[in-house]
Structures are given as structure tokens and as C-alpha cells.
């Protein structure tokens, strides 16, 4: 079950963010002990990988905060957001960390499925990111597009550290996320009603 919950948690922060987990898991297995690596994905703690993953990461913070520009990074993230996702869950559900003891053997039988579920969490979450925004740059004029990145951002880091530290935690990282996304949900059904409402009024 903590393998599955590690994974789950990284692939989510994935979809924030595709190299803030993959960033974490490379840095804490390359200079802790907090995590172990499990064979054939030793190459995230790889210097060469870390640096490329930190250049990566210095454009995607960068190109999220500025409106429009977010927009086109979101439809590039689409593909790789997911597939790092798939990434980090086969990581990650697979890696011995502090708090599993048996690493792997939720999905001993089948390898192939963590990627996939990844993808698919990741997908997920990105696809919520990459709705939610545009309603935020428009309801301030583009001035929200910073703020909800860096709240964003903080969330990849805190949901990949809890991931990885205390799993169980993750169960209410994703409850924040739910909230989150029905609150949006019915901000917009609202809006969508006072503009119906709005028209009737002009043409009634």
C-alpha cells in the first residue's frame, strides 16, 4: 500500500510539475539515504541528469508565470508532464524508501502497470492545472498567473517529499486537490449563470 501511495504522490505532483519529483527523488537517493533506487532508474540520481533536470526546470518555473506564455507551456506539458509521471510512479512505487520495507512488491508481477497509472494520474492532474488556469488569468487580469505557479510549484515539492518521507500524508494532498478542483468547478458554473442571466436580461 506505501508503494502505491508513493507513487500515487509523485505522479500527482507530476502533473504540477513534470521535474520537481523527478528533481527531488535524483537528489535525495544521489546525497541521503532517505530513498534507494531500485535497479534501472539509478540514472535519476546521475549529475549530468540532475543538471539537465534543473535547467528544465529553471525554463517550465519561468514560462508558467507569464500569462499566455503559460498556455502554450501547458499544451507542450501535456506530453510531458504524464510521461513523467509514469516515470516517477515506476520509480518510486519500486524504490526502498525510509517507510517501505518491501520495495516492489505491490507490483512484483507486473512492471508495466505503475508506468501506466502514472501517466494517468499525472494526466490527470495536468489536465485540472491546464483548466483552472486560464479561469485564474482571467479573473485577474493575468496578475494571478505568478501566484497560483508558485502555489503550485510548492505543492510539487511538498506532495514529492511527502511522497517519498510520509506517504500516508498523500491521502490529503489529493483531498486538497478534490477541493480545489470543486471549487473551481463551481466558480465557474457561477459565472456561466450570472453571463446566462446577464443576456436573458439584455434581450428580455
Known amino acids: 500500500m506505501l508503494e502505491a501511495l508513493t507513487g500515487t504522490g509523485l505522479a500527482a505532483s507530476a502533473g504540477l510539475n513534470a521535474y520537481i519529483p523527478l528533481m527531488v527523488m535524483g537528489l535525495l537517493a544521489r546525497y541521503t539515504d532517505l530513498i534507494d533506487l531500485p535497479t534501472g532508474w539509478t540514472w535519476l540520481g546521475n549529475g549530468w541528469v540532475l543538471a539537465i533536470l534543473a535547467v528544465l526546470l529553471a525554463v517550465e518555473v519561468v514560462a508558467d508565470k507569464v500569462p499566455v506564455v503559460d498556455h502554450v507551456n501547458d499544451v507542450v506539458q501535456t506530453v510531458v508532464r504524464p510521461t513523467a509521471g509514469g516515470l516517477v510512479f515506476g520509480a518510486g512505487s519500486g524504490a526502498q524508501t525510509v517507510t517501505v520495507s518491501d520495495p516492489g512488491s505491490f507490483f512484483t508481477s507486473h512492471q508495466w502497470v505503475p508506468v501506466v497509472a502514472g501517466v494517468?494520474?499525472?494526466?490527470?492532474?495536468?489536465?485540472?492545472?491546464?483548466?483552472?488556469?486560464?479561469?485564474?488569468?482571467?479573473?485577474?487580469?493575468?496578475?494571478?498567473?505568478?501566484?497560483?505557479?508558485?502555489?503550485?510549484?510548492?505543492?510539487?515539492?511538498?506532495?514529492?517529499?511527502?511522497?517519498?518521507?510520509?506517504?500516508?500524508?498523500?491521502?490529503?494532498?489529493?483531498?486538497?486537490?478534490?477541493?480545489?478542483?470543486?471549487?473551481?468547478?463551481?466558480?465557474?458554473r457561477r459565472r456561466r449563470q450570472i453571463a446566462a442571466s446577464g443576456g436573458a436580461r439584455l434581450f428580455g
Open 120 to 188: 494517468l494520474i499525472a494526466l490527470g492532474v495536468h489536465g485540472i492545472k491546464a483548466a483552472a488556469r486560464p479561469v485564474v488569468n482571467v479573473s485577474t487580469a493575468g496578475f494571478g498567473a505568478p501566484v497560483a505557479s508558485t502555489v503550485e510549484d510548492i505543492g510539487s515539492v511538498l506532495m514529492s517529499v511527502l511522497a517519498i518521507l510520509m506517504p500516508i500524508l498523500v491521502l490529503v494532498g489529493l483531498g486538497l486537490l478534490v477541493w480545489v478542483v470543486v471549487l473551481i468547478v463551481r466558480r465557474r
